[in-house]
């Protein structure tokens, strides 16, 4: 049985219980967000892009880690919104290599597609650069890992540990996480299975596929 909720002052009909999230965007509502996956049980909320109001609520939530109920009301745009979600989008640059033009992502990045949607900038300077320059893991025949890309959205650890090997885990805490192999092991030297899923589902260019990256020979 289908549930009324109201995004928007539209009235949609949802499944209760729900994540509020799938629900409005699979209603056509736009709601950026980078680490949410449909199937996966327990959100992570770690992007912080997603949040709205919702009417009674004292403080704004994330949309992803929400359940839908009956009669909810629910708000996705207003300047405390706004302030919040360019925050987080800001602190995700921050640790993020921006280099689009000579991204395989390019055009095909999420961040770009929150920028354009959102208004936000992509070259901003609010928050200085966290982090320093890593290698990039190039030791695998079919996958390119390139540290300085992630912004630590978490798909490529849940779908490895789904349907891969779970070789990629979260390691380190604050400004120092990463995701990374058991002891910082190069990806070829691990037990990879080479199902390329966490190619599928990075956002932004961080994992991807030798063979689409002209003059990067195979080791």
Request: proline fraction near 5%; include cysteine; glycine fraction near 6%.
């Amino acid at each position: 049985m289908l549930c009324t909720i109201i995004i928007e002052s539209k009235e949609t009909r949802v499944h209760p219980g729900s994540s509020l999230l799938w629900a409005a965007l699979d209603n056509g509502f736009f709601i950026p967000n980078l680490c949410s996956i449909k199937e996966m049980q327990r959100p992570v909320a770690s992007c912080r892009l997603c949040f709205v109001e919702i009417k009674g609520q004292s403080a704004p939530v994330t949309a992803c880690s929400e359940k839908v109920r009956d009669g909810m009301i629910v708000t996705l745009n207003s300047p405390q919104i706004t302030r919040l979600r360019s925050t987080s989008f800001n602190l995700l640059l921050s640790n993020h290599h921006l280099d689009c033009a000579h991204c395989i992502k390019n055009k095909n990045c999420e961040l770009q597609r929150i920028a354009g949607a959102a208004h936000f900038k992509l070259n901003t300077r609010r928050f200085n650069k966290t982090g320093s320059s890593l290698p990039v893991d190039s030791s695998h025949p079919l996958i390119i890992f390139d540290h300085n890309k992630c912004v630590l959205c978490g798909k490529c650890v849940w779908v490895c540990q789904k349907e891969g090997t779970a070789v990629l885990d979260f390691a380190y805490r604050g400004i120092k996480t990463a995701v990374s192999t058991f002891a910082e092991m190069p990806l070829a030297e691990t037990a990879c299975n080479s199902c390329m899923s966490c190619v599928a589902v990075c956002p932004v260019g961080a994992i991807y596929t030798r063979s689409i990256l002209p003059g990067v020979p195979a080791n």
